[in-house]
Nanobody, 116 residues
Framework: VQLVQSGAELRNPGASVKVSCKASGYTFTNYYIDWVRQAPGHGLEWMGRIDPGDGGTLYQQKFQGRVTFTADTSTSTVYVELSGLRSEDTSVYFC??????????WGQGIQVTVSS
């Protein structure tokens, strides 16, 4: 199983960013993918999840309306798009496969930096 994420991103405040996570080595539609971020000096923060099988999503309330998860079953890739970026969105963003009550495989993480 592998989750491979796209490269680092630098954005200005107010902009949007869309990052990807390509899955391989398992049946893509059989597992949820969760998104988790970690800001400098902080712990992990769960953002939400997507069911690639039917596109169903669940967002942590603080991200509702500003974050969108999508999945492309033809390429086994999930995406997170974050709009209205603020400096406090500067974090490493991780995708992770959800297996029952745990996250068993993780992507390598993407550094997203929001700075003018």
């Amino acid at each position: 199983v592998q989750l491979v994420q796209s490269g680092a991103e630098l954005r200005n405040p107010g902009a949007s960013v869309k990052v990807s996570c390509k899955a391989s080595g398992y049946t893509f539609t059989n597992y949820y993918i969760d998104w988790v971020r970690q800001a400098p000096g902080h712990g992990l923060e769960w953002m939400g999840r997507i069911d690639p099988g039917d596109g169903g999503t669940l967002y942590q309330q603080k991200f509702q309306g500003r974050v969108t998860f999508t999945a492309d079953t033809s390429t086994s890739t999930v995406y997170v798009e974050l709009s209205g970026l603020r400096s406090e969105d500067t974090s490493v963003y991780f995708c992770a496969r959800s297996e029952e009550s745990s996250l068993d495989y993780w992507g390598q993480g993407i550094q997203v930096t929001v700075s003018s």
